[in-house]
């Protein structure tokens, strides 16, 4: 009888005891993994997923949706009340700033974006720009959750545990979920790409750009392989004298696999993080070994993003800190998009060079946009943004999505979203049926009742589909 | 069954709704925000613009612009346009509708707008659903035996035709039972003296010797932390230490191991500060109510973490003490169980008056004070060196100014001109500015920690106290302008922008309606309150709070409780296996003083608790038993992961069994000590671990429990979640747990440590594999266990000789890079050292090429399944 592994979860944590439990897991495990490939609910073009996450807070303004009305108004001062549903930060006396940042009309709609962005301009065709979403925090841990959880504060879990739970992966010797982060993890932490309350073998693996990639893959200094080989070879017989005394305590079969599975994950995942093999050109491509070290970081995660996909990981996240611009945005901001712009083009036509984008859903978005106007700081102007929860930048690129398009609009200053507005779980549940699954069958139960991504239901944001 | 009632919260899916479902969103969603929103201008007294929104038909007539309703298509519905302001006009003016409320509206209009005039059944139940809130029986053992708890197990079984599996070996039941109640293998010591004593008490006398231990305590005490969700920090931006949870938490170990009648316990937790204001003990109890995470920063808005500890606190209650997910009906009626959402915000209301407070309370004798003075010395050594760098860059400045301005003193210079100089930093440069930054943002930390090692209390009180002002920066309570205990209202959607009808304190009216017990006389004052729903929870007539816990015990000893999930007995949780069962567990325990002891004595000394893990018949009973439900056998469990990392410690002699006081700070993988962590608007300092052996291998409960950094091999074996309350521990088996358990940095020093031990403590290699046997497993090794592990360790050792181990490698200083806020520029940063010296683990370099066999061996023993399980 072949267990439909989503199912079984489900059932399982409704009543299942031990014993049927770990009858079944090693039945199920034993034929194709927990992680098996799972059919989709729909029929859809994208099967992995690629979240470039922009955290602080990218300004709109500053970026994808460029709003002259800001030069005429540009040091315009005026006062904010403050009541007791506004933040500190967002009152006071407060000014207009211009963007500081010249744009540019790029890809055959002429579609407007911030002249750093030189190489991303040649791939704009392929990117829908959306400007409706709107987040419902301003501050940075809970809008973080908010956006990778569905739950502002935290504990469920993570979009990519979820993709995982409903698709499986298809590289059994990797895990499903991967995140790329940068060295520091971003407010709220490994939270972030938590499995919630679904099983741990959907959590997000991070891939530690220093230090081992993966926390304990590899033995401590001066344990040889052979030896490491060795210990394992006396585990194994120990614990197979061990199951022969307890022969129907069947997950006993599956922590056995899980050591060999480990050791197995230890060989592959250098193989995937080797980027020897790949040629000159491409390195070069990806800002790999050039002269900006941001870039040059940022670069390597990207290809190591395809690498992983081509691999069959199933949701890679990468995750670029540092946008929360407060002031100096000219600066700040355009540290950042100097270090993206060639790496994230270079992803988009590498993967189209090889066919993944048709089957990838590449998305790029932070916790929430910034605001038009600012607060006077450090005595005086220094042009920068606050958060802004109304409006904020997002693009997709990829399989299913509607290219060369932009959806949704802001105000005229950019203040918020006046068209095409969505809430953050509309987002998710777009990204999911994107990737062939229904937010509302995607279901675990927890707490006595069945949870979903979105939390209580959305809408497929039509206007983005291709 | 079909529940009648719904709300939007399952509504917004693609699908349009039933007109039923529509009509229920409507009464529920969209009608109160019409009432609120629109019709002061359109309907009550005035009708602007010639539009009328109170009835449907006036709707469909619409005004000048014409029809302002097109059923089943509200993306036509000029009332839906306006709401969405696309046409230019946003209504209500200047103040469009949260996503909620417009989701609402739309689905409304989609599904037909149906427009009903009241409520249809709110609730329809089956009898059983409400099991729960019946009243404890008494019920009559349905045959005779020994102990009451087997008659109901045996006739379960007997029913289903099945035959309970025979008794476990002595050696299985002594492993068990000191699991179960210390969290520690059982030393080859006592099981020697368990398997000598062959007098028919023996059981019973270990039990009480396991009662009597204060690991009792603590393995008990992590239970309990499990459910009211403990951590050490606030969580979110900052994660501000709590520096006296730690009090609490030794409470909660306190509490298990003098017996506290449970219906204290809860009462404490719940209102200790009014019942028994002169007792220490029960204003350390109240740091419950606070467990949750919580942050208040420049960035938070005021109501809104008001809020997050209103709804934090009143989930927490009902998840903990009455296995009820009230959390549910913050937004809308509770879907499945009778909680209305009315009920949700009384019991809400009975916290309005819930002040946080951080009450000066003298440390007590029971309290372990012992290593706060060193801990505090080197706490305030930190501190100082941060201080003098900071200090420095403050004269940096002042040497500037006189530059600057030609001045030889500053006195000659004006006040404000300095005070302006040092706080925008003139002189210095940008990344001198960050590296300021940074160590303020640590003195603000290290502030924090300091007052570890104060007698003050994590806790509330009912009203101001302390002039709300709760010391650091994490826990100062917004301020209110003039103490009164605020209203507290219905919030629909749980949005806090748009309050509905006021409520007065109250708790769930389920109860007095299905039970003898009437709903609870909470007065509106400002102290009482939580007195009076702290009585109506404890009350023996309560029918959830004793059935409730006993269910909770009663899983930790099986692995799951008898209605299987412990914090929800409403109608989406498992119905009992065992009602009558439960009911005499419940009733017993009321009548037994809310004895926590009486009922492990009742529950060990029955014939099921102490039955084999497995059964001659095992095909049988999967057959027709394939959850093991009706327990003819005991399931065998993996031990949680504080219980690994413990018995780790204890078998290689490593374990330091000293209790209570401040967390302590463990080996974790270096890895992730040395990843810097954010901030708000800085970086947190590198972790240090505790420089003595004594501190940092401490019992796991004593951990500092950092919501931010949780030690990676606790989390990777399903470590619970700081953040929610956690019923029941997952047991998921991962490739990662054996990356952590077979290549971890910790598991390979207490290896070595383990191999030191066992040559200490036997002459020969026979000697040293049996004896690592028996602490690991509490047997001597089989010929074929002895066979493979001789030829291990001549092989290994052959293996080491000619592989000498590098050397211990030197500690690195924790270099971290921040990007600047303001600018963008990334900067590197020496982070603090930790002033105290390091005592170090044995290093392969330090010992013999057979010592290092014997740990790869012991490696093996440790990473083995017969180490992990407990059967």
């Known amino acids: 009888m072949f267990i439909n592994r989503r199912r079984f979860f489900s059932q399982s944590t409704m009543g299942l005891g031990p014993v049927a439990l770990s009858y079944l897991v090693s039945r199920d495990q034993a034929r194709a993994g927990v992680l098996a490939p799972q059919k989709p609910h729909h029929a859809a073009k994208a099967k992995h997923c690629i979240f470039l996450l922009m955290e602080g807070g990218p300004s709109h303004i500053d970026t994808f949706d460029p709003k002259p009305k800001l030069e005429q108004i540009h040091m315009t001062r005026f006062q904010k009340e403050r009541n007791r549903f506004e933040a500190n930060m967002n009152t006071g006396e407060r000014y207009y700033v211009r963007s500081p940042f010249e744009f540019r009309r790029a890809g055959r709609l002429g579609i407007e974006i911030n002249s750093l962005f030189q190489s991303f301009s040649e791939?704009?065709?392929?990117?829908?720009?959306?400007?409706?979403?709107?987040?419902?925090?301003?501050?940075?841990?809970?809008?973080?959750?908010?956006?990778?959880?569905?739950?502002?504060?935290?504990?469920?879990?993570?979009?990519?545990?979820?993709?995982?739970?409903?698709?499986?992966?298809?590289?059994?010797?990797?895990?499903?979920?991967?995140?790329?982060?940068?060295?520091?993890?971003?407010?709220?932490?490994?939270?972030?790409?938590?499995?919630?309350?679904?099983?741990?073998?959907?959590?997000?693996?991070?891939?530690?750009?220093?230090?081992?990639?993966?926390?304990?893959?590899?033995?401590?200094?001066?344990?040889?392989?052979?030896?490491?080989?060795?210990?394992?070879?006396?585990?194994?017989?120990?614990?197979?004298?061990?199951?022969?005394?307890?022969?129907?305590?069947?997950?006993?079969?599956?922590?056995?696999?899980?050591?060999?599975?480990?050791?197995?994950?230890?060989?592959?995942?250098?193989?995937?993080?080797?980027?020897?093999?790949?040629?000159?050109?491409?390195?070069?491509?990806?800002?790999?070994?050039?002269?900006?070290?941001?870039?040059?970081?940022?670069?390597?995660?990207?290809?190591?993003?395809?690498?992983?996909?081509?691999?069959?990981?199933r949701f890679v996240q990468l995750i670029a800190m540092g946008w929360d611009s407060h002031d100096y945005i000219e600066k700040a901001h355009g540290a950042r998009m100097r270090a993206i712009d060639q790496p994230i083009a270079a992803l988009l036509k590498d993967l189209k060079r090889t066919g993944l984008l048709e089957e990838t859903l590449v998305v790029w978005a932070g916790e929430f946009g910034r605001s038009p106007d600012n607060g006077i700081r450090r005595g005086g102007a220094a042009w920068g943004r606050d958060h802004n929860a109304k409006a904020m930048p997002v693009w997709l690129a990829g399989g299913g999505v509607k290219a060369g398009h932009i959806a949704g609009a802001t105000d005229d200053v950019g203040g918020g979203a006046i068209e095409c507005i969505h809430p953050i779980k509309d987002f998710h549940v777009t990204l999911l049926h994107l990737l062939g699954l229904n937010d509302d069958k995607l279901r675990f139960p927890h707490a006595g009742r069945e949870k979903q991504l979105s939390q209580t239901g959305g809408s497929v944001i039509r206007e983005l589909l291709g | 069954m079909r529940l009648s009632f719904t709300s939007v919260c399952l509504l917004l899916g693609p699908l349009s709704l039933p007109a039923e479902d529509a009509g229920e969103l409507f009464l529920n969603q969209v009608q109160p925000i019409l009432k609120r929103e629109c019709l002061g201008c359109h309907g009550d007294g005035q009708i602007l613009g010639n539009l009328d929104l109170r009835t449907r038909e006036a709707m469909l007539k619409g005004g000048p612009r014409g029809s302002a309703l097109a059923p089943g298509n509200a993306a036509a519905s000029l009332l839906y346009q306006l709401l969405n302001g696309r046409d230019k006009l946003q209504m209500p003016p200047g103040k469009p509708l949260p996503p909620d409320a417009m989701a609402a509206f739309k689905a409304w209009i989609d599904a037909g707008a149906p427009w009903p005039a009241a409520r249809s059944k709110p609730w329809s139940y089956q009898p059983e659903d409400l099991w729960a809130f019946q009243p404890v029986s008494k019920p009559k053992p349905p045959i005779a035996t020994r102990n009451p708890v087997d008659a109901f197990i045996l006739e379960k079984l007997s029913q289903n035709g099945l035959k309970p599996a025979p008794p476990a070996d002595k050696r299985t039941l002594i492993r068990r039972a000191t699991i179960d109640l210390t969290g520690l293998p059982p030393t080859p010591e006592e099981v020697d003296a368990f398997l000598k004593d062959t007098s028919p008490d023996a059981w019973g006398r270990l039990i009480e010797r396991l009662l009597a231990s204060p690991r009792y305590g603590e393995r008990w005490g992590r239970h309990w932390l499990d459910v009211v969700r403990y951590a050490d920090s606030g969580g979110y931006s900052n994660d501000f230490e709590r520096p006296n949870a730690w009090r609490y938490r030794d409470y909660v170990i306190r509490s298990f191991n003098h017996d506290k009648p449970y219906d204290r316990f809860v009462r404490e937790q719940i209102a200790g500060d009014e019942i028994d204001p002169d007792n220490p003990e029960a204003i350390l109890a109240t740091g419950f109510l606070r467990s949750g995470p919580w942050e208040h920063t420049g960035m938070s808005v005021e109501a809104v973490t008001r809020q997050m500890f209103l709804d934090d606190v009143t989930s927490a209650i009902g998840a903990a003490f009455l296995g009820l997910t009230v959390g549910c009906a913050r937004c809308h009626d509770h879907k499945f169980d009778p909680i209305p959402t009315r009920d949700y915000y009384r019991m809400q209301a009975v916290f309005a008056a819930t002040e946080f407070a951080r009450p000066s309370i003298p440390f007590l004798e029971d309290e372990n004070t012992a290593g706060l003075a060193s801990g505090k010395a080197r706490m305030a050594?930190?501190?100082?060196?941060?201080?003098?760098?900071?200090?420095?860059?403050?004269?940096?400045?002042?040497?500037?100014?006189?530059?600057?301005?030609?001045?030889?003193?500053?006195?000659?210079?004006?006040?404000?001109?300095?005070?302006?100089?040092?706080?925008?930093?003139?002189?210095?440069?940008?990344?001198?500015?960050?590296?300021?930054?940074?160590?303020?943002?640590?003195?603000?930390?290290?502030?924090?920690?300091?007052?570890?090692?104060?007698?003050?209390?994590?806790?509330?009180?009912?009203?101001?106290?302390?002039?709300?002002?709760?010391?650091?920066?994490?826990?100062?309570?917004?301020?209110?302008?003039?103490?009164?205990?605020?209203?507290?209202?219905?919030?629909?959607?749980?949005?806090?922008?748009?309050?509905?009808?006021?409520?007065?304190?109250?708790?769930?009216?389920?109860?007095?309606?299905?039970?003898?017990?009437?709903?609870?006389?909470?007065?509106?004052?400002?102290?009482?309150?939580?007195?009076?729903?702290?009585?109506?929870?404890?009350?023996?007539?309560?029918?959830?709070?004793?059935?409730?816990?006993?269910?909770?015990?009663?899983?930790?000893?099986?692995?799951?409780?008898?209605?299987?999930?412990?914090?929800?007995?409403?109608?989406?949780?498992?119905?009992?296996?065992?009602?009558?069962?439960?009911?005499?567990?419940?009733?017993?325990?009321?009548?037994?003083?809310?004895?926590?002891?009486?009922?492990?004595?009742?529950?060990?000394?029955?014939?099921?608790?102490?039955?084999?893990?497995?059964?001659?018949?095992?095909?049988?009973?999967?057959?027709?038993?394939?959850?093991?439900?009706?327990?003819?056998?005991?399931?065998?469990?993996?031990?949680?992961?504080?219980?690994?990392?413990?018995?780790?410690?204890?078998?290689?002699?490593?374990?330091?069994?000293?209790?209570?006081?401040?967390?302590?700070?463990?080996?974790?993988?270096?890895?992730?000590?040395?990843?810097?962590?954010?901030?708000?608007?800085?970086?947190?300092?590198?972790?240090?671990?505790?420089?003595?052996?004594?501190?940092?291998?401490?019992?796991?409960?004593?951990?500092?429990?950092?919501?931010?950094?949780?030690?990676?091999?606790?989390?990777?074996?399903?470590?619970?979640?700081?953040?929610?309350?956690?019923?029941?521990?997952?047991?998921?088996?991962?490739?990662?747990?054996?990356?952590?358990?077979?290549?971890?940095?910790?598991?390979?020093?207490?290896?070595?440590?383990?191999?030191?031990?066992?040559?200490?403590?036997?002459?020969?290699?026979?000697?040293?594999?049996?004896?690592?046997?028996?602490?690991?497993?509490?047997?001597?090794?089989?010929?074929?266990?002895?066979?493979?592990?001789?030829?291990?360790?001549?092989?290994?050792?052959?293996?080491?000789?000619?592989?000498?181990?590098?050397?211990?490698?030197?500690?690195?200083?924790?270099?971290?890079?921040?990007?600047?806020?303001?600018?963008?520029?990334?900067?590197?940063?020496?982070?603090?050292?930790?002033?105290?010296?390091?005592?170090?683990?044995?290093?392969?370099?330090?010992?013999?090429?057979?010592?290092?066999?014997?740990?790869?061996?012991?490696?093996?023993?440790?990473?083995?399944?017969?180490?992990?399980?407990?059967?």
């Open chain 1, 123 to 313: 791939v704009v065709d392929d990117v829908c720009f959306y400007r409706g979403l709107q987040a419902e925090s301003v501050n940075h841990p809970t809008a973080l959750y908010h956006l990778n959880t569905g739950n502002q504060f935290g504990g469920d879990p993570a979009a990519g545990a979820w993709v995982s739970y409903g698709l499986g992966t298809i590289n059994q010797n990797l895990p499903a979920f991967v995140v790329l982060p940068d060295v520091a993890y971003p407010q709220g932490g490994a939270a972030n790409w938590s499995n919630g309350y679904l099983p741990a073998h959907y959590q997000g693996t991070p891939l530690r750009p220093e230090g081992a990639p993966v926390l304990d893959m590899a033995p401590p200094p001066g344990v040889t392989l052979e030896s490491q080989r060795a210990n394992l070879e006396l585990l194994n017989e120990f614990n197979r004298l061990h199951r022969q005394r307890h022969p129907h305590h069947d997950e006993l079969a599956a922590r056995m696999e899980s050591y060999e599975l480990a050791f197995r994950m230890q060989a592959e995942m250098p193989r995937v993080l080797d980027l020897s093999s790949e040629r000159p050109r491409t390195l070069e491509m990806y800002a790999i070994g050039g002269p900006d070290k941001e870039a040059a970081a940022f670069g390597r995660r990207c290809l190591l993003a395809r690498r992983l996909i081509e691999a069959g990981v």
């Open chain 2, 381 to 871: 050594e930190i501190a100082r060196r941060t201080k003098s760098n900071l200090d420095s860059f403050d004269d940096r400045v002042k040497q500037y100014l006189l530059k600057k301005h030609g001045a030889a003193r500053l006195e000659d210079l004006p006040p404000e001109t300095i005070q302006n100089a040092v706080r925008e930093k003139e002189g210095i440069t940008a990344e001198e500015y960050e590296e300021y930054k940074l160590y303020q943002k640590h003195m603000q930390l290290y502030r924090e920690s300091l007052d570890r090692f104060e007698p003050k209390a994590f806790a509330v009180s009912s009203g101001p106290l302390d002039g709300f002002t709760d010391g650091g920066p994490n826990l100062r309570y917004p301020p209110l302008a003039r103490y009164k205990a605020p209203e507290v209202h219905i919030l629909p959607g749980g949005n806090i922008q748009s309050p509905a009808a006021a409520v007065t304190p109250g708790a769930l009216s389920i109860i007095a309606g299905q039970s003898r017990l009437p709903a609870p006389d909470i007065p509106e004052t400002v102290a009482g309150r939580r007195t009076a729903l702290a009585g109506w929870i404890t009350d023996p007539r309560n029918p959830l709070t004793a059935r409730v816990m006993v269910n909770r015990i009663w899983q930790y000893h099986f692995g799951k409780g008898l209605a299987a999930d412990a914090s929800n007995f409403g109608k989406m949780g498992s119905k009992p296996t065992h009602p009558e069962l439960l009911d005499l567990l419940a009733s017993y325990f009321m009548d037994n003083g809310w004895s926590v002891k009486a009922m492990h004595r009742l529950i060990m000394l029955s014939d099921a608790y102490q039955r084999a893990s497995s059964h001659p018949d095992i095909e049988t009973v999967i057959a027709k038993d394939a959850g093991n439900k009706l327990l003819a056998c005991v399931s065998p469990r993996r031990v949680e992961a504080e219980v690994l990392r413990d018995a780790i410690l204890a078998v290689s002699g490593e374990l330091s069994l000293e209790s209570g006081g401040p967390g302590v700070f463990p080996q974790i993988n270096e890895d992730v000590a040395r990843q810097p962590l954010h901030r708000m608007g800085s970086l947190a300092p590198a972790y240090h671990p505790d420089a003595t052996k004594r501190l940092r291998n401490r019992r796991t409960i004593y951990t500092f429990q950092q919501r931010s950094l949780v030690d990676p091999m606790i989390e990777v074996f399903n470590g619970p979640s700081l953040d929610l309350s956690c019923e029941r521990r997952e047991f998921s088996t991962v490739p990662t747990q054996a990356f952590s358990l077979f290549n971890g940095q910790f598991v390979h020093d207490m290896a070595l440590a383990f191999a030191v031990r066992l040559e200490k403590e036997a002459p020969d290699a026979r000697g040293r594999i049996e004896r690592a046997f028996r602490l690991a497993y509490g047997r001597v090794p089989e010929p074929r266990e002895m066979q493979l592990a001789l030829a291990h360790l001549e092989k290994q050792t052959r293996h080491h000789r000619a592989m000498p181990p590098p050397a211990r490698p030197r500690k690195k200083p924790v270099v971290h890079t921040i990007t600047s806020e303001l600018t963008g520029e990334k900067f590197e940063f020496l982070q603090e050292q930790d002033p105290a010296e390091y005592e170090e683990n044995v290093h392969p370099s330090g010992v013999s090429p057979q010592t290092r066999a014997l740990a790869d061996f012991a490696l093996a023993l440790l990473n083995s399944s017969e180490f992990v399980y407990v059967y």
